[in-house]
């Protein structure tokens, strides 16, 4: 059985930062490009960012700059940095293992950018 976890997130003001995780259990990621995505209230689910088997990885335009997304293959584990967060960040983010057609999904973490 797959299961992706997200945590790290939380409540954060503008400005701040917050590191999500997304641990995979079985599968090994190292086969699988994977990505993060995120979903407003009110709003369709949008991609985030994403990473491949090479290591090479695409970002959103509204998070260039601010955010990274990174894999440690010994941990199972996918992470995004989130840096300079802005209220327009806040969403659920989900971790995605194999693409958005027939891959997997975690729960959701919510992440609330609020002073």
């Known amino acids: 059985q797959v299961q992706l976890v997200e945590s790290g997130g939380g409540l954060v003001q503008p400005g701040g930062s917050l590191r999500l995780s997304c641990a995979v259990s079985g599968r090994m990621i190292s086969v699988y490009a994977m990505g993060w995505y995120r979903q407003a209230p009110g709003k369709h689910r949008e991609l985030v960012a994403t990473?491949?088997?090479?290591?090479?990885?695409n970002y959103a335009d509204s998070v260039k700059g601010r955010f990274t997304i990174s894999r440690d293959n010994t941990k199972n584990t996918m992470y995004l940095q989130m840096n300079s967060l802005k209220p327009e960040d806040t969403a659920v983010y989900y971790c995605?293992?194999?693409?958005?057609?027939?891959?997997?999904w975690g729960q959701g973490t919510q992440v609330t950018v609020s002073s």
């Open positions: 990473i491949v088997i090479s290591g090479r990885t």
């Open positions: 995605n293992l194999g693409g958005t057609e027939l891959g997997y």
